[in-house]
């Protein structure tokens, strides 16, 4: 948590850039397509608002796509290629919401959406804790 950046916002935009649980946000400079899920846990350890910068895309819900089934297809090692093949920019790659917007999305059905983000959320959780323990 400490390495999460602070800024002064003012509170009449907080909400336009105001981050809630199931959010996703994608890197749209540098680190083409490194993509962030905005967990319950995560919010209610920090004790300010969490807002996304510029130099990210907030990814919206779309209708029946869970966005933690959609985190882990954007991070299948296949999305990251595609991702970076369609990064734009000669020293630092770059994308837009435009192109984030057409990205491809093979969506199967919202009961499989959940059971994949469920199995794939206990990997991750056991790859934490035995980092933790290392």
């Not at 981050?19 to 890197?27: E, G, K, M, N």
Request: aromatic share 12%.
């Amino acid at each position: 948590m400490e390495n999460i950046p602070y800024a002064d916002i003012e509170n009449e935009q907080i909400e336009k850039f105001l981050l809630q649980p199931d959010d996703l946000v994608i890197s749209r400079i540098a680190n083409v397509g490194t993509v962030g899920y905005i967990d319950y846990k995560t919010l209610q350890l920090l004790d300010k608002p969490l807002v996304f910068g510029s130099y990210l895309l907030k990814f919206e819900k779309v209708n029946n796509i869970q966005n933690k089934w959609t985190f882990y297809f954007l991070s299948s090692h296949q999305m990251q290629e595609y991702i970076n093949s369609i990064g734009e920019g000669s020293t630092r790659k770059n994308t837009n919401a435009k192109v984030v917007s057409n990205f491809p999305l093979v969506v199967p059905l919202p009961s499989e959406q959940s059971r994949i983000a469920t199995v794939l959320s206990w990997f991750d959780e056991l790859i934490e804790n035995k980092k933790k323990t290392e």
